[in-house]
């Protein structure tokens, strides 16, 4: 493969995201794909250094323009070190979270506005926009649950502790996301079983990626 393939996955806590991501990289895998697994806010040293600022809660004191702004340094790194890098030798990246949770839980529910993240949005990605984004889409009150027995004694951290009201607003986002940009964004119902949805995912992406296989490449004149 000449270009790699890069897949987002969004949703709300405790949709099992991760659990999906780890269950497509060793399909993927055995299908003889590179694959490289990634997150955010995170992925990249400098990426990491900021996720600590922001999960702990330690830049909510300054407000929601600063976070939005940090979770865009955080992608702008993580895109430049190893996402493009990856894509570009032809690997698959699949990354837990990307702009769609800031145009979700900083624009939405942080209730920016809708230019300055848009233009946050453009700095960061710098064109790296995902070829596929799957929406796991679950009840919030399904996915609290399901995130607090995850955690067991742990903390909830600074975006767990929001009511289900905020929850629930940020699922109606990435469905309204998901409606404005059809071609790259498919909802996936993440209420069934790990097994099922793992098997909705392998099917949708393995038609993604043997579409981008049909695309005869292009030839520079
Ligand atoms: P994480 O522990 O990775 O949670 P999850 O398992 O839900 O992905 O924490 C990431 C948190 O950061 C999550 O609650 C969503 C939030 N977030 C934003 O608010 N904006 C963003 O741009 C990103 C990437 C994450």
Redesign the pocket.
Known sequence: MSRGFFITFEGG?GAG??TQITRLAERLRAKGHEVLVT???GGSPGAEAVRHV??SGAAEPFGPVMEAIL?AAARSDHVEQVIRPAVDRGVVVLC???MD??RV??GVTGDLDPKFMAALERVAVNGMVPDLTLILDIEPEEGLRRASARRGDGAA?R??KETVDVHRRRREAYIAIAEAEPDRCIVIDAGRSPDEIAAVIESVVTAALDAMKAIPATVDA
Do not use: H, I
């Open positions: 806590e995201k991760s997150r955010e806010p922001l999960l979770f837990d979270r990307f949770s800031s839980y900083q951290d975006y767990e």
